[in-house]
C-alpha cells in the first residue's frame, strides 16, 4: 500500500479531479500506479467526468512523481494514514451519503467515529452566549462519551472542540483544506494533551489550500458523521444550514438553540426550528441529544 499511496496522492492532487472520475480512473487501470503508469489520453477520454483539462493533467503525474514522494514523506511524518473507500478504517456512517469520499486522509483513530457522535455547528462570528453554549455542549456530551464532531472553522466550530477536549472527551476536526495545513493553534489547549483522544480528518488532497466549494462539500462530510446534528447559531442563509439539509436527507436527529430574542448570528435558527429542528431551549435539553445518539434506533454505522 506504500508505493500505492504515492500513486493516489499525485492522482487526487490532479487540480479538478473528482472522488468519482478518480474512483473509475482506478478502476479502468486497476491500481493507481498503472493508472499513472499506463495512461494514455484515447483511454482517458473513455472515462466519464474527466475534461480536457484534467487528462492533461493526468498525463503529466509521472513528472510529479518527486513532488508526491516528498508530500507523502510529509505525510509519515505527521503521521497521516490515507484511507480508501473500501478499506479498514473508512468511516461506516460516510458510506450513508450520496456522494462519499473514495480517498482519505486521517490522523488519529477514526474508529472514534464508529461509536456515539454529535455534530455542532454555527456562526463563525457567534455571540459570546452562543460561544459559551457551544462549548458547554460539548463539554456535556463529552462526558456522557459522546464524541463531539465539528468543522475546526473559528467561532462556533473551535468552540465545541475545545469544550469537548477540556472535558476530557473525544472530538473530530473535519477540515475544508488539506490535512497538511492542520495546525491546531492558541484557540485550543496544547495539542500533546489531547491528539490520543482526536480525530482528524479530510477528503482534500494534502496540500490543498482553503476554498468555499471546499468547505460547503465538508459540511455533508460533518452531517453524517454525527449521529445528531446540533445547531447553536445560524444566519438563514450560513454555511451551518448546509449542514443542516444534509442532516435532513441523512434522517438525522437535529436539534436547534431557541432564543427568545435571537441575536444576529442567530438570525436564522427560527427558521431551522421551522424545518423541522428540534428545540434546545435550555442545557438540560442536551439529554435529549445524547438520548438520540444513544437510542437502539439511532441510524447504525452500515
Known amino acids: 500500500m506504500a508505493d500505492e499511496t504515492l500513486f493516489l496522492v499525485a492522482l487526487h492532487s490532479v487540480v479538478g479531479m473528482g472522488h468519482q472520475p478518480l474512483q473509475r480512473l482506478i478502476d479502468r487501470y486497476g491500481t493507481a500506479e498503472r493508472a499513472v503508469m499506463q495512461c494514455?489520453?484515447?483511454?482517458?477520454?473513455?472515462?466519464?467526468?474527466?475534461?480536457?483539462?484534467?487528462?492533461?493533467?493526468?498525463?503529466?503525474?509521472r513528472e510529479r512523481l518527486p513532488w508526491a514522494e516528498r508530500v507523502v514523506a510529509q505525510m509519515g511524518r505527521l503521521g497521516v494514514r490515507l484511507i480508501?473507500?473500501?478499506?479498514?478504517?473508512?468511516?461506516?456512517?460516510?458510506?450513508?451519503?450520496?456522494?462519499?469520499?473514495?480517498?482519505?486522509?486521517?490522523?488519529?483513530?477514526?474508529?472514534?467515529?464508529?461509536?456515539?457522535?454529535?455534530?455542532i455547528v454555527g456562526s463563525t462570528t457567534p455571540s459570546e452566549k452562543g460561544r459559551?453554549?457551544?462549548?458547554?455542549?460539548?463539554?456535556?456530551?463529552?462526558?456522557?462519551?459522546?464524541?463531539?464532531?465539528?468543522?475546526?472553522?473559528?467561532?462556533?466550530?473551535?468552540?465545541?472542540?475545545?469544550g469537548a477536549l477540556e472535558a476530557g472527551g473525544r472530538t473530530a476536526f473535519i477540515l475544508p483544506t488539506g490535512i497538511l495545513h492542520f495546525k491546531p493553534g492558541a484557540d485550543l489547549p496544547p495539542a500533546k494533551e489531547w491528539m490520543e483522544r482526536a480525530v482528524v480528518l479530510s477528503e482534500c488532497a494534502p496540500e490543498a489550500e482553503w476554498s468555499s466549494n471546499a468547505a460547503v462539500a465538508r459540511n455533508r462530510l460533518i452531517a453524517a458523521l454525527g449521529g445528531a446534528l446540533i445547531v447553536v447559531e445560524t444566519r438563514a442563509k450560513g454555511?451551518?444550514?448546509?449542514?443542516?439539509?444534509?442532516?435532513?436527507?441523512?434522517?438525522?436527529?437535529?436539534?436547534?438553540?431557541h432564543y427568545e430574542k435571537p441575536p444576529p448570528s442567530a438570525s436564522g435558527n427560527n427558521f431551522a426550528l421551522a424545518q423541522g429542528g428540534l428545540p434546545l431551549t435550555r442545557l438540560a435539553d442536551v439529554q435529549a441529544v445524547i438520548a438520540a445518539v444513544r437510542s437502539p434506533h439511532a441510524t447504525p454505522p452500515s
Open 40 to 61: 494514455a489520453d484515447s483511454e482517458l477520454r473513455l472515462i466519464p467526468g474527466l475534461t480536457a483539462d484534467v487528462r492533461k493533467r493526468v498525463l503529466a503525474c
Open 132 to 162: 459559551a453554549l457551544a462549548s458547554e455542549i460539548a463539554r456535556r456530551l463529552a462526558r456522557s462519551d459522546c464524541a463531539v464532531v465539528s468543522g475546526m472553522a473559528k467561532g462556533t466550530d473551535l468552540a465545541a472542540h475545545r
Open 84 to 119: 480508501l473507500f473500501d478499506r479498514p478504517g473508512y468511516p461506516a456512517r460516510l458510506k450513508q451519503l450520496s456522494s462519499p469520499p473514495r480517498v482519505l486522509y486521517a490522523i488519529g483513530d477514526t474508529a472514534l467515529l464508529d461509536g456515539p457522535t454529535a455534530a
Open 239 to 257: 454555511g451551518a444550514m448546509y449542514t443542516f439539509r444534509h442532516a435532513q436527507q441523512l434522517e438525522r436527529p437535529i436539534f436547534v438553540v
